[in-house]
């Protein structure tokens, strides 16, 4: 999802989510498509839009926001104000990679991360990258401003999104190949290139009534049997 929010507010952030909705009927239509192994990424607004997907679907086993707004101090409520939000709903993965606190007078909450105690999460924190280095504007920008004087920072902002890029793939590839929480290999790419990672392991969480029923299933079953 990208960053735009064309109608506003909570209405427009609504209408997106279903909008992506549509899309993951259209998925689920296609045979070449694992309806088993969807994510959903979004970069600002839209990855609170990402984020409430995954809440609202569990299709959705794994969410990555790139600089979400609902990581910011006074921009949570974009989040937990939507009419989906559920922080113990998600029960997938979450990588959430963002710029240091600071950068672009971001000033970092994680509040909404913490809340989803059901769900694997990691926040790994870049230390130079600006807000729109998390998407191929940081590539355009590297061949536009090539020879000026802003090149250098232009230059941080490619590598950085070059970084962020692999920890994605790496992030998408162990999460559906089914590695486990443990085998996240994201410390060493992260550590070299001079972020942070912060991991808040997944509580167990309790049965739904949904899966209750569904557990006496068998035993129900065998007594009738017997």
């Known amino acids: 999802s990208a960053d735009t929010n064309p109608s506003g507010g909570d209405q427009g952030l609504e209408e997106t989510v279903r909008d992506m909705e549509f899309v993951l009927a259209i998925i689920d239509r296609h045979s070449n498509a694992d309806p088993l192994r969807v994510a ?24 990555v926001g790139l600089d979400g707004t609902y990581g910011f101090k006074g921009a949570s409520g974009t989040a937990t104000g939507a009419i989906n939000f559920s922080a113990e709903a998600f029960r997938g993965a ?56 802003e090149s250098q920072v232009v230059r941080d902002g490619k590598v950085g999104y070059e970084i962020v890029c692999e920890l994605v793939r ?26 942070t990672v912060k991991h808040w392991t997944a509580e167990t969480a309790p049965q739904s009534p949904w899966e209750q029923w569904a557990a006496t299933i068998p035993q129900g079953l065998e007594a009738i049997k017997a």
């Open 94 to 149: 979450v990588l959430d990679i963002r710029r240091a606190e600071g950068v672009g007078a971001a000033k970092l909450d994680s509040t909404v991360l913490e809340s989803m105690r059901y769900s694997d999460r990691w926040q790994i924190i870049s230390p130079q990258m600006q807000h729109n280095d998390f998407t191929s504007r940081a590539e355009a920008g590297a061949l536009a401003f090539r020879d000026t004087a």
């Open 40 to 63: 959903a990424v979004g970069h600002s607004i839209g990855a609170v839009q990402a984020l409430i997907l995954g809440m609202h679907n569990r299709r959705i086993s794994a969410v």
């Open 170 to 195: 790496r992030f998408l590839t162990l999460r559906f190949d089914k590695y486990g929480s443990q085998s996240f290999d994201l410390d060493a790419p992260a550590h070299s290139a001079g972020f």
